[in-house]
């Protein structure tokens, strides 16, 4: 690490590129190009070559602990080089097979990097939906990486999808004795330390065996932390929403900010209630989705300039101000653009005397609706912009706005 990034903690993309060029000739020394445009790597020799793109690992970098950047990079970096040598190499057995809980963002945005880094995969992942923001994946795990588990799996291990499942879930139960750690008021962390540790929340038996009184809820907000309290404990809900927001600061694979609740053996949305815990769920809302829009606008813009489209994929911007957490999105007259679902929209005429004017989503829906169509296929979500609302449209949602403010 150079002295610069360890004092500021800044490091430009190309000293980022350079700094992974490194990493990637020390594991396997190969022919690596940088694509500035792209933000990614160019890896060996046509045709055989092979994409590495740097836009999630730089984010995942910057997120990091800077004393512990240098060993996460060459985990990234080498993640990636023996995923692709699964890909193309391993055939799958049904031994690997293990479950793996991931935000529902997250399977469409590596299905995206996949299919750009390696088009020989051609994997579409199948999994079951957790709640509204969670999806349940199947991966067959090695020493060395994890490989998802799509069609062509299915077909190399001779089993539909929900035997594969069920032979997942039957191997991670032989891998989950309980260990828990309490955290007092009947609240617990999961102590596995393997990566799995969100997973065993499919592993309801388990959750049931805690001391919790009414229906368990959890919180998955990295990859590996599972916390668990009752529905019916505020104090556990607060340690383990302090907790969940905490992790965000020392993990870089984040998960998801939603609550779930067991519901007659089923994961449901769970509505928290007390001020301290919504007001930690939204600051982690906004930091998360940040963090998916992001990423997903690096993909969506490449894809874009590929096709040969003029398309802005508005940005999702987030703000800490004294009353919290919010996000706003831009939506400018005479811009083709993809807007990102944010708390509030600001509507922008540069060549008009209307001022621009910020107002609330849910509030905004109600007058423009007409003029947004969702984006098929991308996730999260996103709305292709019609036109610009009208003076007299402006002028009602500002009133609008301003009588819900002063009540």
């Avoid at 809302?285 to 829009?293: A, G, L, P």
């Avoid at 709305?383 to 706005?401: N, S």
Wanted: with cysteine.
């Amino acid at each position: 690490m150079g002295l610069i990034e360890l004092l500021t903690g800044s490091l430009s993309q190309k000293d980022f590129a350079k700094k992974a060029t490194k990493v990637i000739n020390s594991i396997a020394p190969s022919k690596v190009l940088f694509d500035e445009a792209q933000f990614a790597l160019r890896v060996g020799e046509e045709p055989e070559s092979h994409w590495i793109y740097l836009g999630n690992f730089y984010a995942e970098y910057l997120r990091t602990p800077r004393l512990k950047r240098d060993p996460a990079l060459r985990t990234m970096v080498s993640n990636q080089i023996t995923q692709k040598q699964a890909y193309e190499d391993n055939a799958p057995t049904k031994e690997t097979l293990l479950p793996v809980v991931r935000d529902r963002a997250h399977s469409w945005i590596s299905q995206m990097q996949i299919k750009k880094a390696m088009p020989s995969a051609s994997i579409a992942m199948q999994g079951k939906p957790v709640g509204e923001d969670h999806m349940s994946l199947l991966v067959l795990d090695s020493p060395t990486a994890m490989r998802y588990v799509g069609e062509k799996e299915l077909a190399g291990l001779g089993l539909s999808f929900e035997a594969a499942y069920e032979e997942a879930i039957h191997n991670l139960r032989a891998i989950s004795p309980d260990k828990w750690l309490s955290l007092g008021n009947h609240a617990y962390v999961g102590q596995w330390g393997d990566t799995y540790d969100c997973s065993r929340l499919l592993l309801t038996d388990l959750i049931h065996r805690l001391d919790i009184s009414g229906r368990p809820i959890v919180i998955t907000p990295c990859r590996g932390i599972l916390l668990v309290a009752s529905e019916n404990n505020i104090e556990g809900q607060q340690i383990i929403m302090q907790l969940a927001n905490s992790a965000l600061e020392d993990n870089s694979r984040w998960t998801s900010p939603e609550v779930l609740v067991l519901d007659n053996e089923r994961w449901e949305p769970f509505e928290l209630t007390d001020p301290f815990c919504l007001s930690v769920q939204k600051e982690m809302i906004v930091k998360m989705r940040k963090s998916v829009y992001d990423q997903q606008k690096v993909i969506l813009d490449e894809a874009h300039k590929a096709e040969g489209k003029d398309i802005f994929v508005a940005t999702f911007m987030a703000y800490k101000k004294s009353e919290g957490f919010m996000s706003i999105a831009t939506w400018s007259k005479d811009v083709d653009a993809w807007l990102p679902q944010t708390e509030f929209i600001v509507f922008v005429d540069a060549n008009a005397t209307v001022p621009s004017a910020m107002i609330p989503w849910d509030l905004a829906i109600q007058h423009v609706r007409s003029l947004m169509t969702p984006v098929p296929g991308v996730i999260p979500a996103r709305f292709e912009l019609k036109g610009f609302p009208d003076v007299e449209i402006l002028h009602a949602m500002t009133a609008a706005t301003e009588t819900h403010q002063s009540n």
